[in-house]
């Protein structure tokens, strides 16, 4: 990238996160990523500069050997002029979202009013374009790869693109002794924290899409889990087509979720020739050929491990389904308590992003006193903080400590360190998104070296990436603490009391866990 001839009109608003921004080039297949401020909080370009190299870093030497080299695009930080900045900042100000903020006094009811768009007179409501300023004084960004464009052949790329991205959430129950609630080893937390987010106005209705489905392995659940996604995608589920936002949350308040509209886009993708598929069953044919082919690319190994010592550590025993999961609750009302799981194949990217969240063998309620003693032990020791690479460097060193898989606590700070850097990757790993390319290809173009997925009557080069990777912050375990305990209670109170009591019954079965840790 020429930063000398640096054109802001090339670029256009591609979306943002609570802490950054991204802009994707016109012609070109890359991003910039941003970092964003409150605007009372002002950094020194050099921390700029380390906090992005921070997360090339934890990328490069850390995700990379969980998820392979193929799954990870950790980019590079480059020094952009500020002129450019400055003007691509006026540039993209009119379609960044509108972020609608409250007083403290504002009541929880009109709130949820508000975000629901059924009560739009209330004067405690600011909007403003956003609720933190772009960086536009450093001129340091990140320059990655459009993963909404095909990753792994370049010759399709004149051709039409379909991109998936997924945020698969927390595939596992937790199996940890310390958890206090036994609803926590029966119901995942997606689908607890569902029933807070409806209640808090976050969204409308609840999904019936449950991880553990998705990262069962079997066709039949997989299935149930995407549909579950399409039909109520929340911030779970984005389709792009061409670099285009056609399916899916641009913001908590912009959706784009209507099947008939998606299946005219799908269609010339997947039934290529006017007139093969047509009328009152056209849309849900599209969208069944769609789901199995995300599933097919899902289960796919493109990126194998190519090295060293394999650790296989028996974890727990512990379930591999929900109880509060639609999926489950269909069996049961069909007369079956038999949930079948058919497991992953380990070289597929679901496998190894589950790997990297039972990172999290504590569970926040046993996690939570080993960052107390990590705590006070940086009070008494806070020079310590930087030789424990709690700030970094994420390098090698970093990654080697991760594989100390032992739970048995002798009480040392060690122990706390390592377990609190292992609960950040996992939280990483919980989090991060999962991106699905695919080109239509002709069958002579399709060999043995490149990975092709085939629909009824069409086939796909695809590539498979990860995103949204970097290192959750070690100043939000006590969030996430408290958030744990109000999501827990607000099911226990609100809804376990209010269903059938036989339910718990009919789900006995434990199955054994296992986590594989590969080095790539």
Same mark, same amino acid.
């Given at each position: ?37 409150? +605007? ?18 934890? /990328? ?7 998820? *392979? ?5 950790? /980019? ?24 609608? /903020?409250?007083? !403290? ?12 768009? =059924? ?24 320059? %990655? +790869? ?7 052949? &370049?010759?399709?790329? &004149? ?18 002794? &310390?958890? !206090? ?13 569902? &029933? ?10 609840? @999904? ?7 990262? @069962? ?26 670099? =285009? %936002?056609?399916? *899916? ?28 598929? @047509? ?18 690319? %899902? ?66 309620? /046993? ?20 030789? !424990? ?132």
């Amino acid at each position: 990238m020429d930063a000398e001839k640096m054109d802001e009109n090339e670029w256009k608003y591609h979306g943002e996160g609570n802490k950054s921004l991204v802009v994707s080039h016109s012609q070109r297949c890359v991003v910039l990523r941003f970092l964003k401020f409150s +605007p009372n909080l002002n950094k020194a370009p050099e921390e700029i500069f380390c906090h992005l190299q921070n997360i090339v870093d934890f /990328g490069k030497h850390v995700m990379k050997q969980f998820f *392979g080299e193929k799954y990870v695009h950790y /980019g590079e930080v480059v020094q952009l002029p500020l002129d450019f900045v400055k003007q691509l900042c006026l540039k993209i100000q009119s379609e960044r979202p509108v972020v609608c /903020g409250f007083t !403290s006094e504002a009541p929880s009811v009109l709130k949820r009013l508000v975000m629901r768009n =059924e009560y739009t007179d209330y004067m405690e409501i600011i909007e403003s374009r956003c609720d933190k300023d772009l960086d536009t004084l450093s001129g340091y960004a990140m320059c %990655l +790869p459009n993963l909404t464009r095909l990753q792994t052949y &370049h010759f399709v790329e &004149h051709r039409p693109i379909l991109c998936v991205e997924i945020k698969p959430k927390c595939g596992f129950i937790p199996f940890s002794s &310390h958890v !206090s609630q036994e609803i926590k080893h029966k119901v995942c937390r997606y689908c607890m924290h569902q &029933h807070l987010k409806v209640a808090n106005g976050k969204w409308k209705r609840l @999904s019936k899409y449950c991880p553990l489905d998705l990262f @069962s392995g079997n066709k039949h659940r997989m299935h149930f889990a995407l549909k579950s996604l399409l039909q109520e995608a929340q911030n779970n589920l984005k389709i792009f087509k061409n670099g =285009e %936002l056609i399916y *899916g949350c641009k913001d908590d308040q912009d959706s784009l979720s209507d099947w008939n509209e998606l299946a005219r886009h799908l269609k010339p993708f997947f039934f290529p020739a006017n007139g093969m598929v @047509s009328g009152p069953h056209c849309t849900r044919t599209i969208i069944k050929e769609l789901i199995h082919v995300i599933t097919m690319t %899902l289960l796919s190994s493109t990126d194998a491990c190519r090295a060293g010592n394999v650790k296989t550590v028996p974890i727990s025993r512990g379930r591999s389904y929900c109880e509060a999961s639609a999926f489950s609750k269909e069996l049961v009302r069909n007369g079956k308590n038999k949930m079948e799981s058919s497991g992953l194949p380990r070289g597929c990217l679901l496998y190894k992003t589950l790997q990297a969240q039972m990172l999290d063998m504590l569970d926040i309620e /046993g996690l939570y006193p080993l960052y107390n003693r990590v705590e006070q032990y940086l009070e008494e020791f806070p020079e310590e903080r930087s030789t !424990s690479q709690i700030d970094g460097p994420y390098n090698e060193a970093f990654y080697e400590k991760l594989l100390d898989l032992s739970t048995e606590d002798d009480g040392t700070e060690a122990f706390a360190f390592t377990k609190v850097q292992q609960y950040r990757v996992a939280m990483t790993a919980k989090d991060c998104s999962i991106m699905i390319s695919l080109s239509p290809c002709l069958q002579d173009e399709c060999s043995a070296q490149r990975p092709v997925v085939l629909a009824s009557r069409s086939r796909f080069t695809f590539s498979v990436s990860v995103l949204d990777l970097d290192l959750k912050p070690y100043e939000s375990i006590p969030h996430q603490y408290k958030l744990d305990g109000k999501i827990v209670n607000y099911y226990l109170k609100n809804v376990q009391a209010k269903d059938d009591p036989v339910m718990s019954n009919l789900f006995k079965e434990n199955e054994d866990c296992t986590l594989v840790l590969h080095k790539v």
